[in-house]
Every structure is written in structure tokens, then in C-alpha cells.
């Protein structure tokens, strides 16, 4: 039964309430934010049949993060956030068709991503003729006609950009970008330029694969884990249960981060008793408030100690028969190191030396080491050189390739290294271009395409005139917000394949279009009968997801069904492909990813094993590095830290906990203790007392940069909290407004959301 939201009651930020941060996740509390929503907007039944399916061998798989399931399920196989966007997701709320009369785009535009997400699901086409300020209903026929004939009337391919989301499944994914090569162009920027490009560029530089070296086992034999630049108590909590299970067997953890979050200090497990009436779980054995963009300084400073207690102790401290075999550039490593300079190592850093010290005690004591990061570290404009300097300090113990020890990078969307082991990509190698081309009959184009970043220059210098994605939220996830939005006012046509409302459907081209998608909680039932699709973790697993309730409206069409028809419309029989096949069965999808795909042949039967398989993944393996030379890289890394002018400080983008990406599930950020509201700065006690500011005042976040455009977030309430030194933060994606389009991660192109220097300036009264 769908039903009508409610009035949305939006946030007053003039009166946010700040407590205390907590020093503990989940617990009693995880379970009531997990519950309570659900029950509210689903129902006791929905609620049922989605959550008690979230994560299960036979249920579907969780929309809000890539974490990996255990072996072993337990009957509530989901945490908060997971909760969170199952009930997001599959809410039996429906935009009606007179919402588009009523509410023209410039009104959307104006509304929070919060109200336009609590509209609720899109249930049929809509779209925006050029002029006008509304979008009204269209049949699905009329929606691919208008994108199909904008496509082929387009002067080259190369006018197009085709973006994906990481929530897309396997198939989707696959079907999509041999669509977009078959029309001719390699225009597939996606949501990992965003995120994790750097940990596969700095990955594959250096061992070759840009994936974990690790399994979900590893966690629990390992004997220190290292965590950088990562939140799970908000953005993973599943993650919290595995940390557990590694403390429990005698792990140690250190955490490294600006900010002290309660995910990393300690853990209540919901599902034992000592989490419910007990303290929990201790995490961190130490915990390294690091100045942001200093995380390259420590770990080389952590390798060159490796290293000076092997010259005190020859032969007992490298694994040298691992580096024999397996890798080179050790000697121009030693030498690079043993010039580092210690001073500007703190400086870097804002840590005390005896703290690195300790750090690298507990690196040589352990035999197994894991590294685990996220954006912390991908982010900054150091990000693969940091990435690069991980992989040299696990390679110097020979921390690769062996149970317990290995590379983690944790990806933040549910599948978004599965749609780039399908193709995603916008510079795919040739082998997997060759496949492709063989397979369909046809010869993909070779130039590399546009990224996300690049996306957006080329469509505010005119050269990209239509816009496609497929899931996402670009404008509102990008840097240099006003930048990107501006671009995007600028194409002929942007087209949004979509669940629910968010600001990408207000921010438009001349023409605009939304098709509304089917979501994974839902049943998708096509010509053969029931289908299912298919997504990889951050551990290489890939397994399928089925989904559980009947979808929110009749006339929906899956992302399958979408690409499927859309193909044909503008491709048609130009390449061997059954596009309407592909529709009635998805089957016939996998036989080809079998064939395209290397380390899938087979699919359809490997996925419909319990529990799926773990794709081949060499380092971790076989200690096998698909390099050029067929060895792991230690590598030669130049420091250099972030400069901060005087009277400014280096400010990090971070998600709030009650948000998932761009998606605003609500308007507090309990952990941090902040309540009824989003517009806050995080600064130091010691910082605000130094520029004369305090707490409770609201600023002006200036950005400074060298092109000294204006760049301005007003109207945030300061909030002292015990951050590093000389660093603040901000909620993202409010705070994309201060990260210019030119200031990325060297390499990957990344937006350097974590190097960000501002100034805060207080607000004019009133």
C-alpha cells in the first residue's frame, strides 16, 4: 500500500543543539535508530521482510556500504546505517503525479536534500521541456524517444557523458558501458573518481591489483591493525563487529585520525550481553590525532624506524626472503629514507615523537599487519603517494600475501568496485576493451574518456552537451559546488535514472528527464519470471541479491530494463546484442560478463553457489604481482606536507551520521553530539582561543586558494571540539562549495576534500 509523506519539518539551524561527544558506538542507542524509522516508514511488515533480508545468503544486498558479509549470518545481519537505507529505499511513500504541478524546479532547487528525499519514491517518467520551470509525466516510449533522439543528433559521441553510481549492480553495470562504447565513447566518469580512484591508482602502481589483499577472516587473525582516515562507527559499523572479533583474539588497533570518533575508541555489540550492560569493547590501543594531510610523513617516518632497527639488527627485522622474490626498489627506498627529516616529519604530522615511536614498536612486534583506510587518506592531494607509502611499510615485513596481514581499502558504496570490474571506467585497459569488442562484434573506442572532475570542465566549457546518470547525486557530491552546477545549467539534456528525489533532479540542463528505477529491496519480475543481480565487496567477494517486497508501484522498470531499452533506442542492432534479451533474463547478461570479464568465467553458476565466490586476486593469492616487472614496488615518495598561512586553518569534509553519501536520513550527528541541525565548523579549543573566536559564534568559512575565486560556506556555528591542532571540518556535501575543481589528489584526480584551507571570519549579525 503506497501512501503519501507527511509535511517535511526542516532543520532551523540558528538553534543547533551541541552536547557531549560520545566515547562509545552503537549499543541500546544503534538498535532504537535502526528500529525506529523503520517501523515508522515501513510498517511492521515491510520493515520485516527488508531487514530481516538485508545481508542474508538469500536476501539482498546492503545499499550503504561495500563492507564484506561473514561466512557465518546472524539472524540481524545489518547495522544502523544499513537500516537507515533499506527503510530510505523501500518506504512505500510515492511522489504523485500532481507533486510536478504543484512544485516547479526552481522551487526543488530551493528545498534541502532532507525534504526533497522525504518526498518519497518516483514511480513514472517525468520531464522538463527547455523553457519551461516544471517537470510534467511522460509514458517511458516518450522519455527514450526524447534521450534517443538528443544522442544521435549530437555532433560525436564524445558530447555525451554516461555517469554511474555505485549502487548499480554487476549486470547494470555491464550492460551500461557496453551501451556507452557501442555508441561510441568512454565518457563513464562514476562515483569512485570520487572516493577511492586514488587507492587504485596508488594499489596498482606498486602490486598491481587496486584492490584488498585481504579476506574478511584476515581481520581476526591479524595481531595490529592500523585504521587511517576512517569512520566505521558512522560510515561502516558492521566493520565494528569484525574489530571486535580481532581484539578478542589479542589484535591491537591504532587509530589515526584528526578527530577522536566513537567508532574508534569503543564498541557496545547490540547483539552481546557485555554491549548491552557492560562497557564493550576497548578498540584503539592508540590513538594518533594527526594533522590533516600529514598521514604521509607518519608512515615514512614509520618505515625509515623499520628500517634503522634492521641496520641495529641485520637479517632479523625485513623479510628478506619476501623481498628477495617478490619485490624491488628497496635500495633506493633506504636511501631516500635515510634522509628524511625528523622535524619536518612532526611538523607534518602535529605529533609527538614519542608517539611515532610507540607506533613503530607495535609495527615490529606484530607478525601480521592489516592497514585499513578510507577518504581520510584518498582525498588528499597526496592521496596516492600515501597510499604508495602504505604499501612500502606492509611490504618491508612482507605483510602481503599471508593470513592476517595485507592492504584494505574500505569502499564507502555498496558495489562501486563491482561496476569497475565490469567496465566502469572511463580508461579501461585494452585486454578487457579487446574482450568486448570480440564478444559484441564491434571495436571499442580507445581514447580515455572523461572523469568526474573532467565531466564537469567539459560541460561548463560546452563540450559535454548531455549529461546521463545512472543513480548518483554528481552535482551535490562534486567539488566547487556552484562550479558544478553552473556545468550542468550549461548541457542541452541531463537525464537522471533514479529511486528518489535529490538536488541533481533541481540543477538542470536546458531539457531534463528522470526516470524513475526500481530499487534493490524490491522484486524484479521480468518476461522468464523472478530475477535477481549480482555486486562485489570490498574483500573481491561477488555474490547475488535478491530482492524481498513487491516493488512501491506498478510500471517501475529496473536499471536493466532502463539500459536495456535505452540501447536499443540509439544503438540498436549496430553490435551483437540482444537488447531486449537482456531485459527478459539476466542470465543471458552473466553469460556474456563470462566471457568479457576476466576472473568471471562461469558466472551464472559460481553466483548461484551459496554465498557466491571471491575473485582471484594475485598478491593476496599467490604472492603474484601483476606489475610490468611481475614484482611489488616499494617506492620513492617525495614529503611534502600542507602549508597553512597564518590565521587559517586546514579543513576536512566528513559525513554526519545521520547521512549516507549526499542522502540526509536526518538532522542530528549524535556521536559528535550535535543535534537539530548541519551547519556547524569543528575547530580546536586551542585554535579558537588563538583567532579570537569561541564557541557558539557562527562564521563565514572563506576558502583560500590560489586563484582567489570566492568561495564562501556562511553561517556556521562554531563548535569547540578536540580535533587536532591547526585542522576543523565541515559537513559534506555542504562543504564541496570550498574544494575548487582544480584541487585533486595528484594522479587520480580525486577532489581534495581533506586539504582545504580556510579562514573563518565571523558572520555579519542578523
Known sequence: MTRKNPPVEEADENNIEVGKPKDWAAGIPGVYHSMQP?????????????????????GFDCMSCAWPDPGHRKTFEFCEQGAKAVTWEATPVVVASEFWAEHSVSELRGMSEYWLGLQGRLTEPVYKP?????????????????????????????????YTS???SNEAAFLYQLFVRAYGTNNLPDCSNMCHESSGWGMGQTIGVGKATISYDDFAKAELIIIMGQNPGSNHPRMLTALEEAKEAGCQIVAVNPLPEAGLMRYKNPQKVKGIIGRGTELADQYLQIRIGGDM????????????????????????????????GLAELKAHLGILDEEAVLQATGLRREEIDQLAARYLKAGKVIITWAMGITQQKKGVATIKEIINLLLLRGNIGKPGAGASPIRGHSNVQGDRTMGIWEQMPPAFLDSLGKEFGFDPPR?????????????????????????????????????????????????????????????????????????RTEIDMQ????????VEDTVCAVHASHGKVEPVAPGLLSEVAIVSRLASAVVGGRIRADWAGFERNYDLIRDHISQVVAGCEDYNARIRQEGGFVLANGPRDSRTFPTPTGKAMLTVNRLEHIERPARTLILQSMRSHDQYNTTIYGHNDRYRGI??????????????????????????????????????????????????????????????VLVPLESVAEGSHTPASKAVIVRLVPSPAG
Open 527 to 534: 518476461e522468464s519470471g523472478p530475477q535477481f543481480v549480482s
Open 166 to 168: 555505485g549502487r548499480t
Open 297 to 328: 610523513a607518519l608512515l615514512q617516518a614509520v618505515s625509515n624506524r623499520v628500517l634503522e632497527a634492521e641496520a641495529r639488527n641485520p637479517g632479523n627485522v625485513l623479510d628478506h626472503d619476501f623481498l628477495q622474490e617478490h619485490c624491488e
Open 447 to 519: 581514447d580515455h574518456g572523461a572523469d568526474a572532475v573532467e565531466t564537469i570542465r567539459r560541460m561548463r566549457d560546452g563540450g559535454i552537451k548531455v549529461f546521463v546518470a545512472l543513480g548518483g547525486n554528481l552535482v551535490a557530491a562534486i567539488s566547487d559546488t556552484h562550479v558544478a552546477e553552473s556545468a550542468m545549467e550549461n548541457t542541452e539534456l541531463t537525464v537522471q535514472i533514479s529511486t528518489k528525489l535529490n538536488r541533481s533532479h533541481t540543477v538542470t540542463g536546458k531539457e531534463a528527464l528522470i526516470l524513475p528505477t526500481m530499487g
Open 675 to 736: 543535534k537539530k541541525g548541519r551547519n556547524v565548523v569543528f575547530v580546536s579549543p586551542e585554535d579558537l582561543a588563538e583567532l579570537g573566536l569561541s564557541d557558539g559564534q557562527f562564521v563565514d568559512v572563506h576558502g583560500v586558494y590560489q586563484d582567489n575565486a570566492e568561495r564562501v560556506l556562511r553561517k556556521l556555528r562554531v563548535v569547540s571540539y578536540p580535533t587536532a591542532r591547526g585542522c576543523a571540518a565541515a559537513y559534506y556535501p555542504e562543504a564541496n
Open 38 to 58: 523503520a517501523l515508522k516508514h515501513m510498517g511492521v511488515g515491510r520493515a520485516g521482510k527488508t531487514l530481516l533480508g538485508l545481508n542474508q545468503k538469500d
Open 130 to 162: 527547455a523553457g519551461e520551470d516544471h517537470y510534467r509525466p511522460v509514458s517511458w516510449d516518450e522519455a527514450f524517444s526524447i534521450l534517443a533522439r538528443k544522442l544521435k543528433n549530437l555532433a560525436g559521441p564524445d558530447e555525451a557523458a554516461f
